[in-house]
């Protein structure tokens, strides 16, 4: 009944996915796992982990670095759309699944394995955002999750894991379910289940409590080019470098942090808190030099597939035909998102105060109050004469 000879395993160094690497062998027949470890900037000694999978009946442990890849492919151009999930959550989780789909993907082509496979339950959005990126990479491929199928509570599934010899925890165990990127972290679960339960501060690890704060504001400017940033302060700066820096940055201010009671997709509500300290802010920073650089009619319309485009990103469709129709859309938008926005990090907040750009699109002489004035009020009277004038007939007709 084996359901796979060969099978690239997605692997975190967690309980789950090292007790997976035995139950995959012994319950479903697989004659060989092969662990792949993605480097998302999580922080973690990679080592350890590495050296775990192979005692816990790994063939090969493999650890890829994909920071890079994950900032400029996966980030920016979220950024280019202002995603923000039901107006709140900037995706730092949801982001990472389609780049560890295609790691996994690329894997199983160079090991020849007919079958990747990952550690989710089946009650998450991850499961789903695995499942499909992987099919829409390679269809043929199957997809093995078993902790979908296995039924173990987390007791069980650490009993399993000692039963079998797996190494204890590399990491201390929390009440908490963590997801750590370069972008953020999510946390669930715990008291956290409670939505009435205020986070304790031992929740938050990338951002300063309000009460702990600089008592004196800190300006920064942050410089775009097409819509990507590229510089803090006149420094120029790597993605990866980029984002690193400014976490720490606006996170010592406390800024970046989210408590919601969010929609998974697979109908449950759950609470979950977000550290998105450097991605919250750049996002609010780039919708402000579209303010600036965009006309008004796209940047209104942008609004609309920026809402759709988060939709289907936490949704799983980041490799959909809509997903790429979209991505052309918010790219053509970009071409002069290009200039400089200056913020003030203060207790929480990071306040947009000045913006400049060579694409301005800003006129002092038209919206001047001053003698400066070059717009021609008369013109207004015949504009509104007929702009007003489907509403002047409505109401007379009804008179009349
Ligand atoms: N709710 C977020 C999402 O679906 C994060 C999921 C992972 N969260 C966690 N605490 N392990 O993208």
Redesign the pocket.
Known sequence: MSRAKKVVLAYSGGVDTSVCIPYLKQEWGVEEVITLAADLGQGDELEPIRKKALASGASVSLVVDGRKEFVRDYAFPALMANALYENR?P?S??LARPLIAKMLVEAAAEYGADAVAHGCTGK???QVRFDVSIAALNPQLKVLAPAREWGMSREETIAYGEKVGIPSPVKKSSP????LNLLGR????GNLEDPWHEPLEEVYALTAAIENTPDTPEYIEIEFAKGIPVAINNVQLSPVDLIVQLNQTVGRHGIGRIDMV?N?LVGIK?R?IYEVPALSVLIQAHRDLESLTLTGDVSQYKRNIEETYSKIV?NGLWYSPLKAALDAFVLQTQERVSGTVRIKLFKGNAIMVGRKSPYSLYSMDLATYGAEDQFDHRAAEGFIYVWGLPTRVWSSSVRG
């Open positions: 959550y995706l989780t949801s998450g959005n991850d908490y379910s963590v997801d999510s946390v669930e679960a969010e998974r759950s979950e936490y």
